[in-house]
């Protein structure tokens, strides 16, 4: 009876803390970069190249993730694009995006690069970079947009 009950217990606990596990995901720039703070209007300007410099006259260099289920998800619902719109917007816009494979390569551009901004899952975080406030919001807050 008290094993049941254990089990029971473990299992409820399993399924309400599971969403404090999901993938958070953080916009990180070259500790370099003055900016703090973006609206997520204007991350998505910065997304889509609609925006190509930063305040300061650097070029913008957008790092993403070759692979990243998580990030595309977000990015998708960031522009609000569909699964499809998203593969064909990434396709047309190859040239102006750099492509990496992990969070440390993502982290390695980001260091090297003044301009650089990237997305990394929040446990690859160092002070190697700045983490980037979304409209005031840092990551794992309520209402971080990038997540």
Same mark, same amino acid.
């Given at each position: 009876?008290? &094993?049941?009950?254990?089990?029971?217990?473990?299992?409820?606990?399993?399924?309400?803390?599971? @969403?404090?596990?999901?993938?958070?995901?953080?916009?990180?720039?070259?500790? !370099?970069?003055?900016?703090?703070?973006?609206? #997520?209007?204007?991350?998505?300007?910065?997304?889509?190249?609609? $925006?190509?410099?930063?305040? !300061?006259?650097? *070029?913008?260099?957008?790092?993403?993730?070759?692979?990243?289920?998580?990030?595309?998800?977000?990015?998708?619902?960031?522009?609000?694009?569909?699964?499809?719109?998203?593969?064909?917007? $990434?396709?047309?816009?190859?040239? #102006?995006?750099?492509? $990496?494979?992990? /969070?440390?390569?993502?982290?390695?551009?980001?260091? *090297?690069?003044?301009?650089?901004?990237?997305?990394?899952? &929040?446990? #690859?975080? /160092?002070?190697?970079?700045?983490?980037?406030? $979304? !409209?005031?919001?840092? @990551?794992?807050?309520?209402?971080?947009? @990038?997540?």
């Amino acid at each position: 009876m008290r &094993v049941r009950f254990a089990i029971r217990v473990l299992g409820f606990l399993s399924l309400c803390l599971t @969403p404090c596990f999901a993938h958070h995901t953080a916009v990180v720039v070259n500790k !370099d970069n003055a900016v703090e703070n973006l609206t #997520s209007a204007h991350l998505v300007k910065i997304v889509r190249g609609e $925006v190509k410099k930063w305040p !300061d006259g650097r *070029s913008i260099l957008l790092v993403l993730h070759n692979d990243s289920v998580g990030e595309t998800e977000t990015l998708e619902r960031l522009n609000k694009m569909t699964a499809a719109e998203w593969k064909s917007f $990434v396709e047309a816009h190859r040239e #102006s995006i750099l492509f $990496v494979a992990t /969070d440390a390569d993502v982290l390695k551009v980001v260091q *090297s690069e003044p301009g650089a901004i990237g997305m990394i899952d &929040v446990h #690859s975080v /160092d002070n190697s970079i700045n983490v980037v406030h $979304v !409209d005031g919001k840092l @990551p794992m807050e309520f209402g971080y947009l @990038p997540h």
